[in-house]
């Protein structure tokens, strides 16, 4: 958690202001608890794999500009 406070210090600005982000976060999290719930880990590492890199690619674009 440290971590992710010194982080949203340094870039207040939130990937969920990007378009359409709040509305895949929201889809991603659900797909992520299913495959959890449903036992099935390498879907839900792949889930969390996509979620984090779209979020990071979404962060560079928004620094870019």
């Known amino acids: 958690l440290e971590r992710v406070n010194d982080q949203?210090?340094?870039?207040?600005?939130?990937?969920?202001?990007?378009?359409?982000?709040?509305?895949?976060v929201l889809d991603d999290h659900a797909e992520l608890l299913e495959a959890i719930a449903g036992?099935?880990?390498?879907?839900?590492?792949?889930?969390a794999a996509r979620h984090m890199t779209e979020?990071?690619?979404?962060?560079?674009?928004?620094?870019?500009s």
């Open 8 to 24: 949203l210090h340094r870039h207040p600005e939130s990937p969920l202001r990007y378009p359409g982000r709040w509305e895949q």
């Open 39 to 47: 036992e099935h880990p390498d879907e839900a590492a792949e889930i």
């Open 55 to 64: 979020g990071r690619n979404i962060r560079l674009r928004m620094y870019s």
